[in-house]
C-alpha cells in the first residue's frame, strides 16, 4: 500500500510564504512525476506546479516567480515554496504522484489527501 500525506498548510497574510510537503510512504519501487493541485469548492482540481525524477518542473503562469516546486528523492518527498502569497491562492493543495510498487508491473497515480491553504488579513 502506497500513501501521499500532505503537511504544512494554514492561515497567513497576504505578502507571506508557506512551504508545503508531501511525502510518500509504503512499497515504493520508484517514483515518477510528482506534481501540485489546487481546488476551491464549485471548481476544477488545478495544476500548480509539477516536477519530473529528474528534476524538470513547469508551473501554472498565475504562480510563476512566486511559488518553487522542489523534490527530495532520497526522502520521496515533494516541496511546494508558496512566497507573495495572494488571497486567490487559497485553496486545498493536493499532491499528486506516478509511483510504482514493488509488486507491480506498471505505474499508477496517488493523491494525497489535501491541505488547506487560506490567505487572508
Known amino acids: 500500500q502506497v500513501q501521499l500525506v500532505e503537511s504544512g498548510g494554514g492561515l497567513v497574510q497576504p505578502g507571506g510564504s508557506l512551504r508545503l510537503s508531501c511525502a510518500a510512504s509504503?512499497?515504493?519501487?520508484?517514483?515518477?512525476?510528482m506534481a501540485w493541485y489546487r481546488q476551491v469548492p464549485g471548481k476544477q482540481r488545478d495544476l500548480v506546479a509539477g516536477i519530473t525524477n529528474s528534476g524538470g518542473t513547469n508551473y501554472a503562469d498565475s504562480v510563476k516567480g512566486r511559488f518553487i516546486i522542489s523534490r527530495d528523492n532520497a526522502k520521496n518527498t515533494v516541496y511546494l515554496q508558496m512566497n507573495s502569497l495572494k488571497p486567490e491562492d487559497t485553496a486545498v493543495y493536493y499532491c499528486k504522484a506516478r509511483i510504482l510498487r514493488r509488486t507491480a508491473v506498471s505505474s499508477e497515480t496517488y493523491w494525497g489527501q489535501g491541505t488547506q491553504v487560506t490567505v487572508s488579513s
Open positions: 509504503g512499497s515504493i519501487f520508484s517514483i515518477g512525476a
